[in-house]
């Protein structure tokens, strides 16, 4: 068992590399993009029934629809990564919460509160807000 395990190391190690060195960037990037991304939720976010409008809610349609699909690309991204980070270096938890955040999927509203109301998601989150001196999210 140990031979196969130290052949299939030895034929990819290329791969193994490759994968160390991504995890690597990932959590490092995570620390750093994490409280830059949570600090901008406003702190009322959770507390309404419906999902409150944009910042670009008046914008031209074109550049509206380049936004929805930058953010909807980087949701996904966050969300793949965050589960990668379920199991190697990273805040994993966290980037699939932000990476929901950005997604626009149907009832994804209600989804996140009822995932904020989540002491284990909760906790870290007002954690960062409080360490940069933002208010904390109130939830309903």
Known sequence: ????????????????WAIGVAS????VASLFTMPAIIIRI????????TRPPGRFVDAHPALRLVLRICKNVLGVV????????LV?????????????????????YQFEQWLVR??????PINWYRKRHEREPLRVA
């Open 1 to 16: 068992m140990l031979e196969n395990v130290t052949q299939f190391a030895e034929q990819n190690q290329a791969i193994l």
């Open 24 to 27: 690597i960037v990932a959590f």
């Open 42 to 49: 406003p702190a009322d976010y959770f507390q309404h029934d």
């Open 78 to 85: 966050m969300l793949l990564a965050g589960t990668a980070m």
């Open 88 to 108: 190697l270096p990273g805040q994993g938890l966290l980037t699939i919460f932000v990476g929901l955040l950005l997604l626009d999927i149907p009832r994804k």
């Open 118 to 123: 989540k002491r284990i998601v909760h906790r």
